[in-house]
Protein backbone atom coordinates (compact mmCIF):
# COMPACT_ATOMS: atom_id res chain seq x y z
CA UNK A 1 0.00 0.00 0.00
CA UNK A 2 1.20 3.50 -1.03
CA UNK A 3 1.93 5.71 1.91
CA UNK A 4 -0.22 8.50 0.59
CA UNK A 5 -3.29 5.92 0.58
CA UNK A 6 -1.96 4.45 3.92
CA UNK A 7 -2.25 7.92 5.79
CA UNK A 8 -5.34 8.47 4.10
CA UNK A 9 -6.80 4.83 5.91
CA UNK A 10 -4.86 5.80 9.15
CA UNK A 11 -7.40 9.21 8.92
CA UNK A 12 -10.08 7.61 8.26
CA UNK A 13 -9.03 4.94 11.48
CA UNK A 14 -8.86 8.18 13.25
CA UNK A 15 -12.31 9.70 12.71
CA UNK A 16 -13.98 6.47 13.66
CA UNK A 17 -12.19 5.59 16.85
CA UNK A 18 -14.42 6.52 19.02
CA UNK A 19 -17.82 4.29 17.67
CA UNK A 20 -14.70 1.48 17.53
CA UNK A 21 -13.84 2.15 21.22
CA UNK A 22 -18.14 2.49 21.94
CA UNK A 23 -18.72 -1.00 20.44
CA UNK A 24 -21.05 0.71 18.14
CA UNK A 25 -19.41 0.00 14.97
CA UNK A 26 -21.77 -2.04 12.65
CA UNK A 27 -19.29 -5.61 12.36
CA UNK A 28 -17.75 -4.55 9.17
CA UNK A 29 -16.45 -1.50 9.36
CA UNK A 30 -15.11 -2.83 13.19
CA UNK A 31 -13.44 -5.96 10.94
CA UNK A 32 -11.89 -3.48 8.43
CA UNK A 33 -10.76 -1.15 11.05
CA UNK A 34 -8.67 -4.19 13.44
CA UNK A 35 -7.43 -5.54 9.98
CA UNK A 36 -5.52 -1.90 9.53
CA UNK A 37 -5.13 -1.85 13.41
CA UNK A 38 -3.37 -5.06 12.95
CA UNK A 39 -0.54 -3.68 10.72
CA UNK A 40 -0.43 -0.11 11.61
CA UNK A 41 1.63 0.38 14.88
CA UNK A 42 0.99 4.16 14.90
CA UNK A 43 -3.17 3.73 14.54
CA UNK A 44 -2.37 1.64 17.84
CA UNK A 45 -0.60 3.79 19.49
CA UNK A 46 -2.88 6.37 18.54
CA UNK A 47 -6.41 4.46 19.77
CA UNK A 48 -4.55 3.80 22.79
CA UNK A 49 -4.22 6.91 23.90
CA UNK A 50 -7.65 7.88 23.41
CA UNK A 51 -9.08 4.74 25.22
CA UNK A 52 -6.83 5.97 27.99
CA UNK A 53 -7.76 9.36 27.92
CA UNK A 54 -12.00 7.94 28.12
CA UNK A 55 -10.76 5.77 30.97
CA UNK A 56 -9.24 8.89 32.82
CA UNK A 57 -12.45 10.60 31.94
CA UNK A 58 -14.51 7.94 34.03
CA UNK A 59 -12.14 8.50 36.71
CA UNK A 60 -12.54 11.67 36.84
CA UNK A 61 -13.18 13.59 39.79
CA UNK A 62 -12.61 17.33 39.71
CA UNK A 63 -10.51 18.85 42.30
CA UNK A 64 -13.40 20.80 43.39
CA UNK A 65 -15.79 19.71 46.11
CA UNK A 66 -19.01 21.40 47.11
CA UNK A 67 -19.16 23.14 50.66
CA UNK A 68 -20.74 20.93 53.62
CA UNK A 69 -24.60 21.16 53.09
CA UNK A 70 -25.99 24.21 55.64
CA UNK A 71 -28.38 24.09 57.89
CA UNK A 72 -30.97 26.86 55.50
CA UNK A 73 -30.53 24.44 52.76
CA UNK A 74 -30.87 21.20 54.29
CA UNK A 75 -33.97 22.24 56.06
CA UNK A 76 -35.48 23.50 52.56
CA UNK A 77 -34.35 20.25 51.25
CA UNK A 78 -36.23 18.41 54.12
CA UNK A 79 -39.17 20.15 53.87
CA UNK A 80 -39.66 19.46 49.38
CA UNK A 81 -38.51 15.58 50.39
CA UNK A 82 -41.53 15.54 53.51
CA UNK A 83 -43.51 16.77 50.83
CA UNK A 84 -43.10 14.53 48.22
CA UNK A 85 -43.37 11.52 50.97
CA UNK A 86 -46.69 13.12 52.08
CA UNK A 87 -48.31 13.29 48.59
CA UNK A 88 -47.21 10.16 48.03
CA UNK A 89 -49.10 8.73 51.07
CA UNK A 90 -52.16 10.85 50.19
CA UNK A 91 -52.40 9.23 47.08
CA UNK A 92 -51.46 5.16 47.90
CA UNK B 1 -39.04 7.06 59.44
CA UNK B 2 -35.13 6.26 59.79
CA UNK B 3 -35.59 4.48 56.36
CA UNK B 4 -36.49 7.49 54.92
CA UNK B 5 -34.02 9.94 56.51
CA UNK B 6 -31.73 7.49 55.52
CA UNK B 7 -32.90 7.16 51.89
CA UNK B 8 -32.59 10.95 52.44
CA UNK B 9 -28.97 11.59 53.29
CA UNK B 10 -27.92 9.14 50.71
CA UNK B 11 -29.73 10.35 47.73
CA UNK B 12 -28.84 14.19 48.95
CA UNK B 13 -25.13 12.98 49.19
CA UNK B 14 -25.13 10.98 46.24
CA UNK B 15 -26.58 13.30 43.71
CA UNK B 16 -25.53 16.72 45.25
CA UNK B 17 -21.64 15.67 44.22
CA UNK B 18 -22.77 14.67 40.74
CA UNK B 19 -25.00 18.13 40.11
CA UNK B 20 -22.21 20.03 41.83
CA UNK B 21 -19.50 18.53 39.83
CA UNK B 22 -21.42 18.77 36.05
CA UNK B 23 -22.42 22.33 37.28
CA UNK B 24 -18.84 23.85 38.21
CA UNK B 25 -17.39 22.39 34.97
CA UNK B 26 -20.13 23.95 32.92
CA UNK B 27 -20.59 27.28 35.35
CA UNK B 28 -17.44 27.72 36.08
CA UNK B 29 -17.98 29.26 39.39
CA UNK B 30 -18.64 27.54 42.75
CA UNK B 31 -21.43 29.38 44.19
CA UNK B 32 -23.59 29.14 40.63
CA UNK B 33 -22.41 25.38 40.98
CA UNK B 34 -23.78 25.19 44.61
CA UNK B 35 -26.83 26.96 43.58
CA UNK B 36 -27.99 24.88 40.82
CA UNK B 37 -27.38 21.81 43.53
CA UNK B 38 -29.46 23.04 45.85
CA UNK B 39 -31.96 23.97 42.97
CA UNK B 40 -31.84 21.03 41.21
CA UNK B 41 -32.56 19.04 44.45
CA UNK B 42 -35.49 20.71 45.37
CA UNK B 43 -37.09 20.35 41.99
CA UNK B 44 -36.36 16.79 42.32
CA UNK B 45 -38.48 16.47 45.17
CA UNK B 46 -40.87 18.45 43.78
CA UNK B 47 -41.85 16.94 41.25
CA UNK B 48 -40.72 13.36 41.50
CA UNK B 49 -43.98 12.45 40.86
CA UNK B 50 -43.75 13.56 37.28
CA UNK B 51 -40.47 10.75 36.98
CA UNK B 52 -42.45 8.05 34.80
CA UNK B 53 -39.63 5.60 34.59
CA UNK B 54 -37.42 5.07 37.78
CA UNK B 55 -34.27 3.26 36.41
CA UNK B 56 -33.85 6.62 34.38
CA UNK B 57 -33.60 8.80 37.03
CA UNK B 58 -29.85 9.98 36.52
CA UNK B 59 -30.92 11.70 32.87
CA UNK B 60 -34.07 13.19 34.65
CA UNK B 61 -31.62 14.33 37.25
CA UNK B 62 -29.13 15.71 34.75
CA UNK B 63 -31.77 17.50 32.35
CA UNK B 64 -33.29 19.28 35.52
CA UNK B 65 -29.38 20.32 36.60
CA UNK B 66 -28.80 21.39 33.15
CA UNK B 67 -32.00 23.46 32.89
CA UNK B 68 -30.95 25.15 35.89
CA UNK B 69 -27.06 25.97 34.71
CA UNK B 70 -29.26 27.25 31.18
CA UNK B 71 -30.84 29.44 33.77
CA UNK B 72 -27.55 30.49 35.66
CA UNK B 73 -25.80 31.30 32.36
CA UNK B 74 -28.48 33.97 31.84
CA UNK B 75 -26.68 35.96 34.13
CA UNK B 76 -23.06 34.86 34.04
CA UNK B 77 -19.98 34.84 31.49
CA UNK B 78 -19.27 31.23 29.87
CA UNK B 79 -17.00 29.37 27.63
CA UNK B 80 -19.10 29.81 24.01
CA UNK B 81 -20.21 27.40 21.92
CA UNK B 82 -18.23 26.86 18.89
CA UNK B 83 -16.96 23.92 16.66
CA UNK B 84 -13.69 21.69 16.74
CA UNK B 85 -11.85 21.22 13.77
CA UNK B 86 -11.29 17.00 13.58
CA UNK B 87 -8.08 17.70 11.33
CA UNK B 88 -6.89 20.24 14.04
CA UNK B 89 -7.23 17.18 16.74
CA UNK B 90 -5.47 14.81 14.19
CA UNK B 91 -1.96 14.33 15.31
CA UNK B 92 0.54 15.27 13.44
CA UNK B 93 2.41 12.15 10.80
CA UNK B 94 6.45 11.85 10.38
CA UNK B 95 7.13 10.36 7.33
CA UNK B 96 10.78 9.11 7.64
CA UNK B 97 12.19 6.27 5.43
CA UNK B 98 8.74 5.45 4.31
CA UNK B 99 7.13 4.98 7.60
CA UNK B 100 5.01 6.75 9.17
CA UNK B 101 5.19 7.53 12.92
CA UNK B 102 3.18 9.45 15.12
CA UNK B 103 4.35 12.44 17.02
CA UNK B 104 2.44 11.82 20.12
CA UNK B 105 3.80 10.95 23.81
CA UNK B 106 4.27 8.50 25.89
CA UNK B 107 1.31 7.30 27.34
CA UNK B 108 2.27 3.92 28.85
CA UNK B 109 2.41 4.42 32.01
CA UNK B 110 -1.21 6.02 32.17
CA UNK B 111 -3.38 5.89 33.81
CA UNK B 112 -2.47 4.48 37.32
CA UNK B 113 0.76 5.90 38.17
CA UNK B 114 0.17 9.70 37.06
CA UNK B 115 -3.55 9.56 37.73
CA UNK B 116 -1.98 9.65 41.33
CA UNK B 117 -0.32 12.88 40.84
CA UNK B 118 -2.56 15.77 41.54
CA UNK B 119 -0.59 18.01 38.45
CA UNK B 120 -2.03 14.98 36.68
CA UNK B 121 -5.98 15.58 37.61
CA UNK B 122 -5.53 19.44 36.91
CA UNK B 123 -4.50 19.07 33.45
CA UNK B 124 -7.62 17.15 33.37
CA UNK B 125 -9.85 19.72 35.01
CA UNK B 126 -8.29 21.88 32.75
CA UNK B 127 -8.76 20.23 29.73
CA UNK B 128 -12.04 19.26 30.24
CA UNK B 129 -12.98 22.63 31.60
CA UNK B 130 -11.54 24.51 28.51
CA UNK B 131 -13.56 22.61 26.11
CA UNK B 132 -16.05 24.49 24.27
CA UNK B 133 -19.38 24.49 26.21
CA UNK B 134 -21.04 22.40 23.59
CA UNK B 135 -18.38 19.86 23.35
CA UNK B 136 -18.07 19.68 27.08
CA UNK B 137 -21.36 18.70 28.42
CA UNK B 138 -21.47 15.49 26.21
CA UNK B 139 -18.16 14.50 27.49
CA UNK B 140 -19.22 14.91 30.79
CA UNK B 141 -22.23 13.14 30.23
CA UNK B 142 -20.79 10.00 28.48
CA UNK B 143 -17.94 9.93 29.43
CA UNK B 144 -17.78 11.21 33.00
CA UNK B 145 -21.23 10.39 34.01
CA UNK B 146 -21.39 7.12 31.76
CA UNK B 147 -24.98 7.75 30.59
CA UNK B 148 -26.16 6.37 27.45
CA UNK B 149 -25.77 8.03 24.09
CA UNK B 150 -29.88 7.83 23.86
CA UNK B 151 -30.02 9.23 27.69
CA UNK B 152 -27.24 11.91 27.03
CA UNK B 153 -29.29 12.76 23.86
CA UNK B 154 -31.96 13.16 25.87
CA UNK B 155 -30.68 15.49 28.72
CA UNK B 156 -28.50 17.69 26.08
CA UNK B 157 -31.55 17.90 23.74
CA UNK B 158 -29.29 16.68 20.52
CA UNK B 159 -30.00 13.77 18.45
CA UNK B 160 -27.98 10.82 19.38
CA UNK B 161 -25.65 11.71 15.65
CA UNK B 162 -25.11 14.82 17.45
CA UNK B 163 -24.11 13.27 20.71
CA UNK B 164 -21.59 10.86 18.93
CA UNK B 165 -19.71 13.55 16.32
CA UNK B 166 -19.15 15.52 19.49
CA UNK B 167 -18.44 13.10 21.95
CA UNK B 168 -15.38 12.18 19.33
CA UNK B 169 -14.20 15.78 18.80
CA UNK B 170 -14.50 16.19 22.93
CA UNK B 171 -12.13 12.97 23.36
CA UNK B 172 -9.99 13.98 20.53
CA UNK B 173 -9.39 17.41 22.50
CA UNK B 174 -9.02 16.29 25.78
CA UNK B 175 -6.57 13.64 24.42
CA UNK B 176 -4.52 16.34 22.44
CA UNK B 177 -4.22 18.49 25.45
CA UNK B 178 -3.41 15.42 27.73
CA UNK B 179 -0.83 14.85 24.86
CA UNK B 180 0.57 18.05 25.64
CA UNK B 181 1.07 18.31 28.81
CA UNK B 182 3.20 14.32 28.67
CA UNK B 183 5.18 15.95 26.11
CA UNK B 184 6.32 18.75 28.32
CA UNK B 185 5.91 16.71 31.33
CA UNK B 186 3.44 19.32 32.80
CA UNK B 187 4.50 22.38 32.21
CA UNK B 188 2.10 23.09 29.72
CA UNK B 189 -1.40 22.46 31.75
CA UNK B 190 0.37 22.91 35.20
CA UNK B 191 -2.00 26.10 35.20
CA UNK B 192 -5.21 25.16 37.69
CA UNK B 193 -8.87 26.17 36.47
Not at chain 1, 25 to 52: N, T
Not at chain 2, 5 to 22: C, G, M, S
Not at chain 2, 181 to 192: I, V
Amino acid sequence: MELAERTAKCREVFSLLSEYLNLDLPPDACQEMEAHLAGCPPCIEFAESLRKTVELCRRYRPAELPAPLGNKAREQLVEAFQKMLSGRNARS
Amino acid sequence: MTGDANAFDRFVEHFRAKIFRYSWLMCGQREDAEDVAQETLLKVFESFDQLREPERIRPWVFRIARNACLMKRRKSVFAPSQELSLDDLMPAIDHQGGHARLQIADWSGLPDRRMLQSEMRHALDRAIATLPENFRSVILMRDVEELSTLETAHVLDLTPDVVKTRLHRARLAVRQKLDEYLRSDGRALSGHV
